[in-house]
């Protein structure tokens, strides 16, 4: 299976390019997440009995089968965006899907409600969701295009650990949000209109986000595409037609990865709060703290791949995924409020934290750079339509069926990890280690480009100093 280590071939972008593709990465990464937590956690607590007519069964089963919905719209837009993103460039593409999505989210937050405008208010949701979710499905994908594509050889999964970290705090930002307005609001002035502060508050976010997406230049890396004249007309059709090995693999990767998110930090605090007795307070407070210990871990566990290879990181993560889900609701059960945190903090920290940056930077390396958007957005969007955006819906359906237990939902998690177990094993290991023989054009131009960012450096000391 060939690597294609074309990421700097036209030589690594500066550091202060580097700077801002990763802030500016980070920062879309920030929003994006923040939007969509915000619909999980709305979905879990409020949009049943405000847009489907039932707190019950039946009205969170509409309001997990709308954030489905976003899901499904996700790979729609995701290749959509990606075709673009590979055809066009990355700054101007990742600036339409920041304002596709935050706009989307902030109109969110003025919907009347089903009492106001009968049946056209879930209708609404509906269409605003399918907008949020095509723009996410984009984003992600080319932030994490955007972060390897500026980094170096030596530190690129570490590189990718921060648009993957920032993945949390966006997470974390939602959360606490939510967690503040309920322990500060009475119930019945939330659910009146309290809930709609963090979404109308999603455009300050864009604004603060748009203003540092705006200083980032185009990536060197597409840049000499361009100019080479290696621009593919359609790029996603060529990154099926000749990498379908890789994607295969990849997405099973992501069948993995993604419905732990959402089962941990969507349906998770639907259990909780619906079919046990924890408070919502706690459970998001809980949750909090998971999302903000994720951070550090993305970047630990990109350190780490950048030493030992990519591979052995996912495989722990998936081994540990597959050892854990039944412990995981065994403390969920106990009601306990430390030790539900650390149930939460385990399935995002250990899971999530070695696994986002990490495989972005695998995949990064695999792809050339003519493919590399649509090869990232095609492993990871589909599976996330398929079991991602599902999980909270498979999981409710799961524990109703089971009569209030979770071990169904355990063993469904169970099953998801081995699949990416295996697809984890036909991935290549793209870590180009210290006295191998260098293969692939993405490898060797990444030498020749970090030794010429070496002279430059080396260069602008020896005028310094005769300055």
Do not use: C
């Not at 405000?50 to 954030?67: E, K, P, Q, R």
């Not at 919907?111 to 996410?136: D, K």
């Not at 939330?190 to 979404?199: E, H, Q, S």
């Amino acid at each position: 299976m060939a690597v294609h280590n074309d990421i700097d071939a036209a030589g690594l972008d500066s550091r202060q390019q580097r700077r801002h593709a990763i802030i500016g990465s980070s920062v879309g990464t920030v929003i994006e997440w923040y939007d969509f937590m915000l619909y999980g956690l709305a979905s879990a607590l409020v949009f049943a009995p405000l847009f489907f007519g039932d707190g019950g069964v039946a009205g969170t089963l509409g309001a997990f089968a709308t954030f489905a919905v976003g899901f499904g719209a996700r790979p729609i837009g995701g290749l959509i965006f990606a075709h673009f993103g590979d055809k066009v460039g990355r700054k101007a593409t990742l600036l339409v899907t920041l304002l596709t999505m935050g706009i989307a989210t902030t109109l969110i937050g003025l919907l009347p409600t089903t009492e106001s405008i009968g049946i056209w208010a879930p209708i609404a949701l509906i269409v605003l969701r399918i907008f949020q979710g095509a723009g996410a499905g984009a984003e992600f994908a080319g932030a994490m295009t955007m972060a390897s594509e500026s980094a170096g050889t030596k530190n690129r999964a570490f590189t990718a650990g921060f648009p993957g970290g920032a993945v949390y705090v966006g997470m974390a930002l939602a959360t606490a949000t939510f967690a503040i307005l309920t322990a500060v609001m009475p119930p019945e002035v939330f659910l009146a209109w309290g809930w709609r502060l963090p979404f109308i508050a999603s455009i300050v976010i864009v604004a603060f986000a748009l203003y540092f997406r705006l200083r980032v230049k185009e990536t060197a890396a597409f840049e000499h595409a361009e100019q080479e004249g290696v621009v593919k007309s359609a790029p996603l059709v060529e990154a099926v037609r000749s990498h379908w090995r890789v994607l295969l693999p990849g997405m099973a990767l992501f069948v993995f990865a993604l419905p732990w998110v959402y089962v941990v930090q969507t349906f998770s605090i639907s259990y909780m709060t619906g079919t046990l007795t924890v408070e919502p307070t706690s459970a998001l407070i809980g949750l909090i703290v998971a999302e903000l210990l994720t951070i550090p871990a993305a970047l630990l566990f990109g350190r780490l791949a950048d030493r030992i290879g990519r591979k052995p990181v996912l495989i722990g993560a998936a081994i540990f995924a597959i050892v854990f889900a039944y412990p995981m609701f065994m403390l969920y059960l106990t009601e306990s409020t430390i030790l539900i945190g650390i149930g939460l903090v385990l399935g995002l920290a250990i899971i999530q934290g070695a696994t986002i940056g990490v495989s972005a930077a695998l995949l990064a390396e695999v792809f050339p750079t003519n493919m590399r958007w649509s090869g990232i957005a095609i492993s990871r969007e589909i599976p996330a339509a398929l079991v991602g955006g599902t999980a909270p819906l498979v999981a409710t359906w799961l524990v109703s069926i089971s009569g209030g237990t979770p071990w169904l939902v355990a063993g469904y998690l169970v099953v998801l990890s081995v699949i990416g177990l295996i697809g984890i094993m036909f991935l290549p290991e793209t870590l180009q280690k210290a006295g191998q023989a260098r293969t692939g054009s993405f490898a060797e131009s990444d030498a020749k480009a970090e030794a010429a960012e070496e002279a430059r450096a080396s260069q602008r000391a020896r005028a310094s100093s005769r300055g």
